[in-house]
């Protein structure tokens, strides 16, 4: 069974304190890792899709690498408007086609 | 471009009602998901819609259904519903061809009482 475990479950940081949200999944033919940003009540907003170990991509003050065994988004002095759950989703090989969800990380940025 | 949309925004039942909710995606995107987000259990997948057809399900019942119009737009619906059941439903479209990424509508609210 596909598994998605997010750590840690909520972190509170100063505005400009850097930090490294984790994923750790366990996939069978891992085809896609996906990161997404949710506010409170609403729907998740896409942010990177990884394929392959060692790769990486970046946005604004957000960096997600990839190994065989997890994901990192580092967020690099972040701002009070990048408070909100991050969530970790894979896509699994074998036809299947919905994605596999973490539970989040509620990332509070204190001004 | 217009994204996901769905509606209603909120809906509120009572035990053993059925549910519709509809969803509306990306134009030019085929496929569409559903996914529950409970308190506490995060996002589940339940359906999959492709070219009008089912494609896939989640592990919820049969209870749980749904399908896709000629213009692509689907619709969930819910029989027999339970409190367990009220949740924000999630609608996601993706583009054949291009990256896998699902793009999310804002949801509905379900409260079952």
């Known amino acids: 069974e596909d598994q998605v475990t997010q750590s840690p479950e909520a972190l509170r940081l100063q505005e400009g304190e850097s930090s490294s949200l984790n994923c750790s999944y366990t996939?069978?033919?891992?085809?896609?890792l996906f990161w997404y940003r949710q506010d409170p009540g609403k729907g998740p907003e896409f942010l990177f899709t990884?394929?392959?170990a060692g790769e990486e991509k970046e946005k604004e003050r957000l960096k997600a690498t990839l190994t065989k065994k997890e994901s990192f988004l580092h967020i690099t002095a972040p701002k009070p408007e990048d408070s909100a759950t991050y969530l970790c989703a894979v896509r699994a090989g074998g036809g299947a086609d919905g994605l596999t969800f973490g539970k989040g990380t509620h990332l509070i940025i204190q001004p | 471009e217009a994204g996901v949309t769905q509606s209603p925004t909120h809906l509120i039942k009572t035990r053993g009602q059925q549910a519709t909710l509809r969803c509306s995606p990306i134009?030019?995107?085929?496929?569409v998901y559903w996914y529950q987000q409970a308190l506490g259990l995060g996002l589940q997948f339940l359906l999959w819609?492709?070219?009008?057809?089912?494609?896939n399900r989640g592990n919820f019942p049969p209870r749980f259904s749904g399908r896709q119009f000629p213009n692509y737009s689907s619709e969930l619906n819910v029989n027999a519903l339970e409190l367990e059941d009220s949740a924000l439903y999630l609608c996601?479209?993706?583009?054949?061809?291009?990256?896998?990424?699902?793009?999310f509508g804002p949801g509905t609210r379900l409260t079952v009482t």
């Open positions: 990884l394929y392959s």
């Open positions: 819609y492709d070219e009008g057809e089912e494609r």
């Open positions: 996939v069978s033919g891992l085809r896609g």
């Open positions: 996601a479209s993706r583009s054949e061809g291009a990256g896998y990424e699902q793009y």
């Open positions: 134009s030019g995107h085929t496929s």
